[in-house]
């Protein structure tokens, strides 16, 4: 089938904390798994992104962890400021025909940090 | 760094009503893609195309929904008689490569009344 599912759907968070959210996955052929942040009103903004043959990829305050075993993968976002306040979006691509790969969704998780 | 753009932002339109949402990709990629939001829902595949024909469709892009690439550069979905649940943020991707990125547009509001 096709699932990304995604916990929590909300978290709150004191400045400087570390957040992460999780996901799952159900398509094994899946071969890269993206984050988007998206703010009131506006598009989904890639963030990061990690390639099923990596075990983790970090930018600066922002990683990623893929355990392509249990199908899971997590964001991190380490100490964390009022400005990172989004929903975030897990996805996993679904391969159709031409190669093209639609992006399947997590529900998403409306992350808060608090001044 | 050049975006995906869309037009109009916002589209109000009456039941029945054709609407026709514009996208401009990003100038060097392949394969492009909507999708729709319902506020505050997540967001939900609609239609993929390359090579100048639709690769994918999801049960929701019945045959009230079209999609064309008139030229090199546009990329527009048409709905031919919107109803109140097509109420929804329609966003617009394109991807450089088959295992590329996929690269979101700012979306277009589109409200049904």
């Known amino acids: 089938g096709e699932n990304v599912e995604q916990h929590p759907s909300t978290l709150s968070v004191q400045e400087g904390d570390s957040a992460v959210i999780k996901c799952t996955y159900s398509?094994?052929?899946?071969?890269?798994f993206p984050w988007y942040k998206q703010e009131l009103g506006k598009r989904p903004q890639l963030i990061i992104d990690?390639?099923?043959?990596?075990g983790e990829k970090k930018d600066q305050r922002i990683a990623v962890t893929l355990n392509k075993t249990a199908k899971h993968f997590s964001l991190h976002i380490t100490e964390t400021q009022p400005e990172d306040s989004a929903v975030y979006f897990c996805?996993?691509?679904?391969?159709?025909?031409?190669?093209?790969?639609?992006?399947?969704f997590g529900q998403g998780t409306t992350l808060q940090v608090k001044p | 760094e050049p975006e995906v753009t869309q037009t109009p932002s916002h589209q109000v339109t009456q039941m029945g009503q054709e609407v026709i949402l514009r996208c401009v990709p990003i100038?060097?990629?392949?394969?492009f893609y909507w999708y729709r939001q319902i506020l505050g829902q997540k967001v939900e595949f609609l239609v993929s195309?390359?090579?100048?024909?639709?690769?994918?469709k999801s049960e929701i892009f019945d045959d009230q929904f079209s999609v064309e690439r008139p030229d090199g550069s546009n990329f527009t979905l048409k709905i031919r008689s919107t109803k109140l649940e097509d109420s929804a943020m329609y966003f617009c991707a394109s991807q450089e490569g088959a295992a590329g990125l996929q690269f979101f547009g700012p979306g277009t509001r589109l409200t049904v009344l």
């Open positions: 100038s060097n990629h392949l394969y």
């Open positions: 398509d094994s052929a899946s071969n890269y």
């Open positions: 990690i390639r099923s043959n990596v």
């Open positions: 996805a996993a691509p679904r391969r159709g025909s031409g190669n093209t790969g639609k992006l399947i």
């Open positions: 195309f390359y090579n100048n024909e639709i690769s994918e």
